[in-house]
């Protein structure tokens, strides 16, 4: 089992979207283990896009996730880092594949709808940097057993 940061980013909310992809992730047999939907502060975001300080794109891009609330949060499955990444699409809207969530609903570069953790380093880290440990809930699916079977759980 893994677990990644989601965040549907300002453009979702404001366009409606949260709920669409939201069930995207349900459908596909993701459980939502902590969630929350706040503003993000500068310092937060600047810790979070850290890597990307140098960037021509840095600046624009802490103003628009800060600009307008998000809704953040923690899913678990196996493999969920490279399932939501896969269900994400390429970053820029207009070169993601139809079918993804990136590649559904939008054609930006920077108003691409969503964020999740690139790898198991990253997902720990954007975890811990969002949420308390005691915020992570722990519970079983009424239909978990018919998600995955024994083999997908080792
Ligand atoms: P990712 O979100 O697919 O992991 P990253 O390369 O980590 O993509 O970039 C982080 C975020 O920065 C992107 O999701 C996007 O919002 C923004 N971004 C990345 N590259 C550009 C760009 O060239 N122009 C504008 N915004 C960008
Ligand atoms: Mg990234």
Redesign the pocket.
């Known amino acids: 089992m893994q677990r990644t940061l989601i965040i549907l ?1 300002p453009d979702a909310i404001q366009r409606g979207l949260m709920g669409r992809i939201l069930t995207r992730f349900e459908d596909k047999g993701l459980k939502v283990v902590a969630a929350r939907f706040a503003r993000l502060s500068e310092q937060l975001l600047e810790q979070h ?1 850290a ?2 300080k140098e ?3 840095y600046p ?2 802490v103003r ?1 996730m800060s600009e307008s609330p998000v809704l953040f949060c923690v899913l678990e499955g196996v493999d969920a880092i490279a399932v939501c ?1 896969k269900m ?1 699409g ?3 809207g207009r070169d993601a594949e139809p079918g993804t969530i990136r590649g559904d609903f939008g054609v930006s ?4 709808l ?3 953790s ?1 790898s198991p380093e990253a997902a720990e880290k954007e975890v811990a940097l969002f949420f308390d440990a005691n915020e992570i809930v722990e519970w079983q699916p009424a239909g978990h057993t018919w998600v995955y079977d024994a083999e997908d759980l080792g």
Not at 109 to 112: D, F
């Open positions: 980013k896009y890597d990307h960037r021509p794109f624009g891009l628009f990444r994400m390429a970053t820029f570069r920077s108003y691409n969503i964020h999740g690139d």
